[in-house]
């Protein structure tokens, strides 16, 4: 949806990772709708950004050393300040144990590996559009 003046608006999504080379491309490529990336390294710097400055949107790579795509996941959804922000848990194709876990765990969606920035946009759309929702429709089949 564009603003009135024809621009995109700007949402900021907060993104933990540990692979440069994702965050590059997926920094890039969802700058094309308007997102404003921020990358958080770690458990520790990813809860201190989303609860300094809570995002619109985070996303957690699932493959983080240690499980702590999970840890953040727990936190997040465990604060009173940031439980509400849609979180999107990327996870390997095929693995529907690890989408089921973090839908248990209140992710709102699981995005199997690799993600495009235009599904990726798709899915956060709708994760915005109705963020009281634990799962969306295309992450739970």
Do not use: F
């Amino acid at each position: 949806m564009k603003a009135a003046d024809g621009a995109l608006p700007s949402r900021r999504l907060l993104y933990a990772d540990d692979d440069p080379e994702d965050v590059m491309l997926l920094t890039r490529g969802m700058g094309k709708w308007g997102w404003k990336v921020q990358e958080g390294q770690g458990a520790i710097e990813t809860m201190i950004l989303a609860l300094n400055d809570p995002p619109d949107a985070i996303v957690v790579d699932s493959r983080l050393p240690a499980g702590t795509g999970y840890v953040i996941l727990r936190r997040l959804k465990r604060s009173e300040k940031t439980r509400s922000i849609p979180v999107l848990v990327l996870t390997e194709a095929g693995d529907k144990h690890a989408a089921r876990r973090a839908r248990r765990m209140g992710a709102h969606d699981a995005v199997p590996r690799p993600v495009e920035p235009a599904e990726l946009h798709r899915r956060l759309c709708r994760a915005l559009e109705d963020p009281t929702s634990e799962a969306s429709e295309a992450g739970a089949s």
